[in-house]
């Protein structure tokens, strides 16, 4: 049952272009949701949050963007840097930020 | 910039042997969680921790695994009797607060059961 999902593996985007990655979950219980970036052998990161009281955050290159009617999120990042390149999960919460739920990831590459 | 600390880096074990991973959270956080990632798959939630004592717990918890805070510093899980399916990178986890912020997450334990 995945209650997290990423539905792109992998992405490509140019250098200096827009790279969107999508969520979509199916809990509407989930009220608090966190973006991660993970490189190989180390572990997450974080980037950035939102709450289901916002539908949009937004933190230098990164913004979040929140569909609550449509249970979907994305997260855009303005340029696109090589140093980008990594594995992007998606991971949502209910009662405001107590377990995570992670979505499967997405690998983003971007070319220069 | 604090970190969450894991040791070790990697683990290579017998099945039906014990091992312990090794966190050392934030100082100042009141949180503590264990995650895996098994080998291509997403990263899945064992364990969250607070007031010494088990928050929540998945499926996943069973019987074979214990946590624990020994001391003011080091929280530890614990896998009594290893099986083949355990072989997964291990992630530690913590935060400050009970509700929003994020997880700070260490760089992992994986381990590798034969």
């Known amino acids: 049952d995945q209650q997290v999902k990423q539905n792109s593996p992998s992405l490509s985007v140019q250098e200096g272009r827009i790279s969107i990655l999508n969520c979509d979950y199916t809990n509407s219980m989930f009220d608090y949701f966190l973006w991660y970036k993970k490189y190989p052998a180390e572990g997450p990161t974080f980037l950035i949050s939102?709450?289901?009281?916002?539908d949009k955050n937004e933190d230098g290159r990164f913004t979040v963007f929140l569909n609550k009617s449509a249970k979907h999120l994305s997260l855009h990042i303005v340029p696109s840097q090589p140093g980008d390149s990594a594995v992007y999960f998606c991971a949502a919460s209910s009662n405001y930020g107590q377990n995570f739920v992670f979505g499967p990831g997405t690998r983003l590459s971007v070319l220069p | 910039e604090p970190e969450v600390t894991q040791t070790p880096s990697h683990q290579v074990t017998q099945m039906g042997q014990e091992v312990i991973l090794r966190c050392v959270p934030i100082s100042n956080h009141l949180y503590f969680y264990w995650y895996r990632q098994i080998l291509g798959q997403k990263v899945e939630f064992l364990v969250s921790f607070y007031n010494n004592e088990i928050s929540e717990k998945s499926e996943i918890f069973d019987d074979q695994f214990s946590v624990e805070r020994p001391d003011g510093s080091n929280f530890t899980l614990k896998i009594r009797s290893t099986k083949l399916e355990d072989s997964a990178m291990y992630f530690c986890?913590?935060?400050?607060?009970?509700?929003?912020?994020?997880?700070?997450f260490g760089e992992g334990s994986r381990l590798t059961v034969l």
């Open positions: 986890a913590s935060k400050n607060s009970v509700n929003t912020g994020e997880l700070f």
């Open positions: 939102i709450s289901s009281i916002k």
